[in-house]
C-alpha cells in the first residue's frame, strides 16, 4: 500500500508476546482496542486456561 501514490505515512511495529499480554492483566492494566489481536483465532464456544 504504501508503495501506491496517496499514502503518506506507514507504521512497522514488533508484535508483543502472550507474557506480555499477561503481565498487563495481571497488572490490572488494559491495552489500547486491537492491540491483542491475534492469528489463528480459536474456535467458537472453545476456552483454554493456563496450568501452572
Not at 15 to 23: D, K, S
Not at 34 to 50: A, D, I, N, Q, V
Request: glycine residues 8%; proline residues 8%; aromatic residues 12%.
Amino acid at each position: 500500500l504504501v508503495n501506491r501514490e496517496g499514502f503518506a505515512v506507514a507504521f512497522s511495529l514488533h508484535p508483543h508476546t502472550v507474557g506480555q499480554m499477561m503481565a498487563v492483566a495481571d497488572a490490572g492494566k488494559v491495552m489500547p482496542p486491537k492491540s491483542t489481536w491475534f492469528e489463528p483465532k480459536l474456535r467458537s464456544g472453545l476456552f483454554t486456561f493456563l496450568l501452572e
